[in-house]
Nanobody, 132 residues
Framework: DVQLQASGGGLVQAGGSLRLSCVAS????????IGWFRQAPGKPRVGVSC????????IYKDSLKGRFTSSSDNAKNTVYLQMDHLEPEDTAVYYC?????????????????????????WGKGTQVTVSS
C-alpha cells in the first residue's frame, strides 16, 4: 500500500524556518521521484520542488530558489524540504507526491514554474502558516 506522510508544518513568524518531512512506504523509494507541492487558499496547486525529468537534478519554482532546499535520506525513505526566510506568501498546505521514474513521469521548469505529470501518489498535506 503506497503511503506518503508529510509532517513538520506549523505556525512561524516571517523570516523563520521550518523543515518538512515526507516519509514514503509501500514502493521502492529509489525508483520514484518525490516532489513537493503547495496550495494556498483560493489558489491552484503549484510545484515547489521536484526531480527534473531532463537531467535528474532537483529543481525549484524560481521564486523559491535560495530559500527552499529539498534533500532525501534513502535509508529512511524520507524526503525533506528545508524552508528558510519564510514569507507570509508561503502560507499554504504543503504536499509531497511520488511518481515512478521513467517515460510516464515528467517535471521541468517552464517559465519559472514547475510543470509536471505522472505524480501518481499524494500525501495528505501539512499546513504551513507564516505570520507577518
Amino acid at each position: 500500500d503506497v503511503q506518503l506522510q508529510a509532517s513538520g508544518g506549523g505556525l512561524v513568524q516571517a523570516g523563520g524556518s521550518l523543515r518538512l518531512s515526507c516519509v514514503a512506504s509501500g514502493f521502492p523509494f529509489v525508483d520514484y521521484a518525490i516532489g513537493w507541492f503547495r496550495q494556498a487558499p483560493g489558489k491552484p496547486r503549484v510545484g515547489v520542488s521536484c526531480i527534473s525529468s531532463v537531467d535528474g537534478s532537483t529543481i525549484y519554482k524560481d521564486s523559491l530558489k535560495g530559500r527552499f532546499t529539498s534533500s532525501s535520506d534513502n535509508a529512511k525513505n524520507t524526503v525533506y524540504l528545508q524552508m528558510d526566510h519564510l514569507e507570509p506568501e508561503d502560507t499554504a498546505v504543503y504536499y509531497c507526491a511520488a511518481g515512478p521514474l521513467g517515460p510516464y513521469y515528467g517535471c521541468w521548469n517552464e517559465g519559472g514554474l514547475l510543470s509536471y505529470y505522472g505524480m501518481q501518489n499524494w500525501g495528505k498535506g501539512t499546513q504551513v502558516t507564516v505570520s507577518s
